[in-house]
């Protein structure tokens, strides 16, 4: 094997993660990586310092080229937009900076930066790059890098969840569910949802999901009763790890019908983010090895 080729896969998924975080995308995430890769060929490796920081900047400035484009795309999206669901391994969970970095939770508060607010905040409080580095992923001055690292930690230290939920929440919360799709019975789920609990769901015009944000505990366990007597007992449901926190996959007769990732503060859970695009789940089936 080559030198370049090495140097690129020994990177590899961090480079996928840079790329994912910025896009929310992990079908854009791959095809910033080709762009990325192609460039590096092309590459004299002897004037390159470090490498593992060269290719971090230059998939930057790929995934934020096509991040605008991205953004085109939605504005023109048939209902909610959700980020495109990992199956993580669960390790990824164990480091809770690098799990809450690609949490459904933590994507969604990115959406809302800049894409240079974003870019800055992920290489900084992420990947720990320092100031120099992303001023030149960025075309800005490190100065300017410092004021838009600021201004978008600021912004995201107010959105961030306020707790790492513990195991035993969390195995609760996930069995609640759980009992709730295969008997019916939403009382335990009520239980565990936080009085302002939000659901997003994002169907992509393809498949049924709720159209706008379904907000407050009574709200949404309704919305969920509805759509389990739908379901009328059909559904396998499996406990899973998705973006690098609990999830449920659902199946109908064997085939997969989407997922419902949770967030989980002070115990309870104040998020539901239910992904039911077909073009969105092909990341579900197989785990996908994201690092930092």
Known sequence: MDSATETFLAHRNLLFTVAYELLG???????????????????????????????????TRQALSRLRALRRRKETYVGTWLPEPLLTAPDVADDVELAES?????????????????AVFVLREVFDLDYDEIAEAVDKTPAAVRQVAHRARSHVTARRPRGVASPADTGRALEAFRRAVETGDLQGLLDQL?????????????????????VGAD?????????????????????????????????????????????????????????????KLSRVERATA???
């Not at 759509?227 to 007769?253: H, M, S, T, Y």
């Open 102 to 118: 690609v949490s459904m939770a933590m994507l969604l508060i990115l959406e809302t930066l800049t894409p240079t607010e974003r």
């Open 194 to 214: 936080a009085p302002d609990v939000v659901l997003l769901g994002d169907g992509g015009g393809i498949r049924q999901a709720a159209a706008h944000p379904v």
């Open 25 to 59: 995308s992990a079908t854009d995430a791959e095809d910033v990586l080709q762009e990325t890769w192609l460039r590096w060929t092309t590459v004299e490796l002897d004037t390159v310092r470090d490498r593992r920081a060269y290719l971090v900047r230059m998939t």
């Open 290 to 292: 994201v690092s930092r």
């Open 219 to 279: 709200n949404v366990a309704r919305l969920l009763g509805h759509g389990l007597r739908r379901l009328g007992g059909a559904a396998q449901v499996e406990l899973a790890q998705i973006n690098g926190g609990p999830a449920l996959i659902f199946r109908l007769d064997g085939e997969l019908d989407g997922i419902v990732a949770m967030r989980l503060d002070d115990g309870l859970i104040t998020g539901l983010y239910a992904v039911r695009n077909p073009e």
